[in-house]
Each structure stands twice: as C-alpha cells, then as structure tokens.
C-alpha cells in the first residue's frame, strides 16, 4: 500500500490521455480508501476541523469501535489522503492537501 511519505501527486486530468498502468493503480488506491463510508466519515471530519487538524479523541465518534477507528485512519494514511503525528498517547491527524488536489485534478473535465 502507499505510505503518506512517498505518496506525489501523480496524474494528469482523465482527459489529457490513458492512464498508465501504475498511475492508476495509485488513484484507485486512494478512491479505495474513501469509498467506505466510515472513512468517508473520518476524513470528513479530520478535513473540517479547526486549524486543519484533528486528534483521534475528537473523531472517533463514528458508530464504530475505537480499533475499528484506528483501522479506518489507517487505511487513509497508507492510501495518503491523512498525515499523522503522535503526541504524547495521542495522534493528531492531518488532510495531505497536494494528495487530495491531485486527485481533484485528475477529474477535471475542463482541460
């Protein structure tokens, strides 16, 4: 899975030509991990709250189990879309903007 680290924006828009093999495995990677509801819901909530950042305290309120929680956030690390930091026993999680743009990117019909 891609690690937030080595996660770049990768792909030109849909309509400037096929993608290849591997800049489609790495978008489909991230519309995977926001295709579960729950994630949806997690990153939803990362991405509005105050000062761009959210501790996992503050979100985990999603009708699921806090190990369930720390899977979903996981997964959209892995897959880019969040940044995290520990502090102290908690973790603080932010949206990757470059990550998220790219893929916004990628679906702009208007090229």
Known sequence: MLDAGTVVPCCPP???GEL???DAEKMAAMFKALSD???LR?????A??????ACVCDISDVGVSQPTVSHHLKK???????TSERRGTWVYYKVAPPV????????????
């Open 14 to 16: 849909i309509t400037a």
């Open 20 to 22: 290849s093999q591997d």
């Open 37 to 39: 509801p729950v994630r």
């Open 42 to 46: 997690l990153f939803s909530k990362v």
């Open 48 to 53: 509005s709250h105050a000062g761009g950042e």
């Open 76 to 82: 959209l690390r892995e897959a880019g879309l969040l």
């Open 100 to 111: 998220v743009a790219a893929m916004s990117a990628m679906l702009d019909l208007r090229t």
